[in-house]
C-alpha cells in the first residue's frame, strides 16, 4: 500500500517513490553496489560502498528476497518511509535471515534518495542514527 498528501512541485513524488525503492532493492540484490550506491544520499555512499568492500559483499552477500510491504510520504512530502520484507545470507554463514526493514527516502533534486536503515544486510552503514 503507498499513500501520501498532495504532491507538490519541488516536493516528493509518490509516483516516482516505488520505483526508487524497488531500483535499490533490485540492484542490491543482483550486487549492483555501484548503481545501489547512486540511490543512497551522498553523505553516506563512501561509506556503503567501504562496507561492501570491507564485507566481501560482491561474493559473500546473498540477497535471496524482497518485498515492499508498505510506503508512505510524510507531511512535509519531502520524506518518505518504506517498510520492505528481505531475506539475505552472508557467507560463510549459510544460515538465511529476514528482517522487516524501516527505510528512510529524502526528496533532493527532483529524486528519491535512501537516507537510512533500520535493519537488513545494510543497517550498520545506513543506520537511521547516523
Known sequence: MLSACAT????GDLELLK???????????W???????????PEKRAA????????RDDKDLN??????????????LTEAVAVTRVSWFR??????QSATVRSRFVWRDGT???????GGPF????????
Open 91 to 96: 557467507l560463510p554463514s549459510a544460515s538465511e
Open 63 to 76: 540477497i535471496t528476497d524482497y518485498s515492499l510491504e508498505d510506503a508512505t510520504i510524510q507531511p512535509n
Open 8 to 11: 507538490l512541485k519541488g516536493q
Open 19 to 29: 520505483p526508487a525503492i524497488e531500483n535499490f532493492h533490485q540492484r542490491a540484490r
Open 48 to 55: 556503503f560502498l567501504a562496507a561492501r568492500e570491507q564485507l
Open 123 to 130: 543497517a550498520t552503514e545506513l543506520s537511521l542514527g547516523k
Open 112 to 118: 528519491w534518495l535512501l537516507d537510512g536503515q533500520d
Open 31 to 41: 550486487k549492483d553496489f555501484r548503481g545501489a550506491a547512486e540511490l543512497v544520499v
